[in-house]
């Protein structure tokens, strides 16, 4: 499913019909080995998050404006059309007290439409939510 959502998305709006605003760039790159998406691209709370294939299977590297990179793996109940992440460790985080991106969800809810689910765990407890429905742009 990762490489199926190279292009650029953008927000909807409550009513569910696409916005202006960009929020994701999902683009192949490394060969194809690997995907990249910017989050909030030219923001100051501009993200990257990098998508491979590792060991564990599908794995994720999400570069935060928390200046930290949890690193998370699919989950095992996971689907082609509901991906679910869990942060095992990653750079700048010493244990899971110190503020990160927790989890992550991509669910498809049709070819160009998707919700992106975040948790950010601070303390132990989820201090965060964000639940994004974007769309993609259509290429002219």
């Not at 490394?30 to 910017?38: D, F, K, M």
């Not at 509901?82 to 942060?87: A, E, G, H, V």
């Not at 998707?114 to 769309?135: H, P």
């Amino acid at each position: 499913m990762i490489q199926e959502l190279e292009g650029t998305w953008v927000r909807c709006d409550e009513s569910g019909a696409p916005t202006e605003v960009v929020t994701n760039v999902f683009r192949i790159t490394a060969g194809g080995s690997a995907v990249s998406e910017v989050v909030f691209p030219g923001a100051p709370e501009e993200m990257l998050t990098v998508y491979v294939a590792g060991r564990e299977g599908l794995e994720l590297t999400h570069y935060c404006a928390a200046r930290n990179a949890p690193r998370m793996v699919l989950d095992p109940t996971s689907t082609p059309d509901d991906l679910r992440f869990t942060c095992t460790g990653g750079v700048g985080l010493e244990d899971h007290s110190t503020g990160h991106m927790h989890t992550g969800r991509l669910v498809r809810l049709g070819p160009d439409r998707m919700r992106t689910e975040w948790a950010y765990l601070e303390g132990g407890q989820v201090t965060f939510t964000g639940v994004f429905d974007i769309a993609r742009v259509k290429k002219p």
